[in-house]
């Protein structure tokens, strides 16, 4: 009878109004779903590896914004509502990254959802994430993928993707140092993949090719073949693209076997810990930085998170943390209570995004600022280059890349 009822009534509009009214109709899902959210508080999930290869990433991006969710909460929370959050380990596996999202989305009815937290895990995702229309903030994970070209709901916060990484790090080596000779050893998941192809393409720009391209698996405990090869390639500089552990095996092999290139890592081998695992044969090794600071600078911004997050992690402090998983998180989840703000008490997942897109530099702190809009989804474009010193301590070098 409703159905009628409606039906009967559409007559009574001319065309150019009913046209209008079903138009609008259509549009109030989207615009008015504001699920998650409720008069005092706001329902956020997390996705990402707690444990397998990727964990120190995952770990450290949950500890980071769970962090900052509390001080906010401490300070009242966001235009009068408090966080709740959910988190779920995908355990550095894409199939339970995809069930782990689903179950965030359909049964825990999170507002939005701060991770993946690897490549390899997030990738496979994509089709997922985009047709959620949840809005999705990544705060480690760098596949260009996810932000080329902007999927709507999709936002990366401080790392820097691996296709702008690649393009960056090539402007280092050949602009910079001047190298002309340039080997890779690169691990063989979606990460490593993506950041070889940017390399590569950056160098084939400048008349140039790698002179050799090796792959290891991100749980090899040994690479003696590969780095037998990349010697015979006798190259100047060796780029490492891999997560931390088996970069640091690649690197003191490199350097155990006699190669005295520069060895310049990704981004993924800027944890604290990554020269203590390398040792003393990786001192004046360098790698990407994706922050004006690292996790033990003495800027006050970054001393004020690393005390608040010591006094809240302990058994983490004992590890060496925080490292920069911990402070991507912590800068994602800034980025998510600026955003919150912005959007205002009426709050929808629509104006919430439209939020993010006027971010013209917003400054976590801790991170390097974040610049959206509605055609750029990706927060950031800048590299610096950081050094194993003999102390085995880690240091930034003077000057920034703009990888665009």
Same mark, same amino acid.
């Given at each position: 009878?409703?159905?009628?009822?409606?039906?009967?009534?559409?007559?009574?509009?001319?065309?150019?109004?009913?046209?209008?009214?079903?138009?609008?109709?259509?549009?109030?899902?989207?615009?008015?779903?504001?699920?998650?959210?409720?008069?005092?508080?706001?329902?956020?999930?997390?996705?990402?590896?707690?444990?397998?290869?990727?964990?120190?990433?995952?770990?450290?991006?949950?500890?980071?914004?769970?962090?900052?969710?509390?001080?906010?909460?401490?300070?009242?929370?966001?235009?009068?509502?408090?966080?709740?959050?959910?988190?779920?380990?995908?355990?550095?596996?894409?199939?339970?990254?995809?069930?782990?999202?689903?179950?965030?989305?359909?049964?825990?009815?999170?507002? =939005? /959802?701060?991770?993946?937290? @690897? $490549?390899?895990?997030? +990738?496979?995702?994509?089709?997922?994430?985009?047709? *959620?229309?949840? #809005?999705?903030?990544?705060?480690?994970?760098?596949?260009?993928?996810?932000?080329?070209?902007?999927?709507?709901?999709?936002?990366?916060?401080?790392?820097?993707?691996?296709?702008?990484?690649?393009?960056?790090?090539?402007?280092?080596?050949?602009?910079?140092?001047?190298?002309?000779?340039?080997?890779?050893?690169?691990?063989?998941?979606?990460?490593?993949?993506?950041?070889?192809?940017?390399?590569?393409?950056?160098?084939?720009?400048?008349?140039?090719?790698?002179? =050799? /391209?090796?792959?290891?698996? @991100? $749980?090899?405990?040994? +690479?003696?073949?590969?780095?037998?090869?990349?010697? *015979?390639?006798? #190259?100047?500089?060796?780029?490492?693209?891999?997560?931390?552990?088996?970069?640091?095996?690649?690197?003191?092999?490199?350097?155990?076997?006699?190669?005295?290139?520069?060895?310049?890592?990704?981004?993924?081998?800027?944890?604290?810990?990554?020269?203590?695992?390398?040792?003393?044969?990786?001192?004046?090794?360098?790698?990407?930085?994706?922050?004006?600071?690292?996790?033990?600078?003495?800027?006050?911004?970054?001393?004020?998170?690393?005390?608040?997050?010591?006094?809240?992690?302990?058994?983490?402090?004992?590890?060496?943390?925080?490292?920069?998983?911990?402070?991507?998180?912590?800068?994602?989840?800034?980025?998510?209570?600026?955003?919150?703000?912005?959007?205002?008490?009426?709050?929808?997942?629509?104006?919430?995004?439209?939020?993010?897109?006027?971010?013209?530099?917003?400054?976590?702190?801790?991170?390097?600022?974040?610049?959206?809009?509605?055609?750029?989804?990706?927060?950031?474009?800048?590299?610096?280059?950081?050094?194993?010193?003999?102390?085995?301590?880690?240091?930034?070098?003077?000057?920034?890349?703009?990888?665009?």
């Amino acid at each position: 009878m409703e159905g009628r009822t409606w039906e009967m009534n559409l007559r009574l509009f001319p065309g150019h109004v009913l046209a209008g009214l079903l138009a609008l109709c259509v549009a109030l899902p989207a615009h008015a779903d504001s699920t998650g959210v409720t008069a005092t508080s706001i329902k956020i999930g997390f996705i990402g590896s707690l444990t397998g290869p990727a964990a120190i990433w995952g770990s450290g991006n949950l500890a980071g914004a769970a962090l900052a969710f509390e001080q906010q909460n401490e300070a009242g929370g966001v235009n009068g509502r408090k966080f709740e959050w959910v988190s779920i380990d995908d355990e550095s596996s894409a199939p339970k990254g995809i069930a782990g999202f689903n179950r965030l989305v359909q049964t825990e009815q999170v507002f =939005a /959802v701060i991770g993946p937290s @690897a $490549s390899a895990v997030g +990738v496979p995702m994509k089709s997922v994430l985009a047709s *959620s229309n949840v #809005p999705v903030i990544i705060p480690s994970f760098s596949s260009p993928d996810m932000t080329e070209p902007v999927i709507r709901n999709v936002f990366r916060t401080g790392t820097l993707n691996d296709r702008m990484q690649g393009r960056a790090m090539v402007n280092y080596l050949v602009g910079v140092l001047k190298f002309d000779r340039v080997a890779i050893m690169r691990q063989s998941d979606q990460y490593g993949a993506t950041g070889t192809a940017a390399i590569t393409a950056r160098l084939k720009e400048l008349g140039k090719a790698p002179v =050799a /391209v090796e792959t290891f698996n @991100a $749980s090899d405990t040994d +690479v003696t073949s590969q780095v037998l090869h990349l010697r *015979s390639a006798d #190259p100047q500089a060796i780029v490492v693209y891999g997560y931390p552990a088996a970069s640091a095996i690649a690197t003191r092999q490199i350097r155990e076997l006699g190669i005295k290139a520069q060895i310049l890592g990704s981004s993924a081998t800027s944890n604290q810990n990554y020269p203590e695992m390398v040792g003393k044969v990786g001192i004046g090794a360098k790698f990407v930085v994706a922050g004006n600071s690292l996790p033990e600078s003495d800027d006050k911004p970054m001393a004020d998170f690393r005390a608040a997050f010591q006094k809240r992690y302990p058994d983490l402090t004992r590890q060496g943390r925080p490292a920069t998983s911990d402070v991507l998180g912590y800068g994602a989840a800034k980025n998510v209570i600026e955003a919150l703000r912005r959007a205002g008490k009426d709050l929808t997942r629509e104006n919430f995004m439209a939020a993010l897109e006027t971010f013209d530099g917003f400054d976590s702190g801790v991170t390097l600022p974040t610049y959206l809009s509605s055609t750029n989804h990706e927060g950031n474009s800048l590299m610096r280059i950081a050094i194993i010193t003999p102390e085995l301590t880690r240091e930034i070098l003077p000057g920034s890349f703009d990888a665009k």
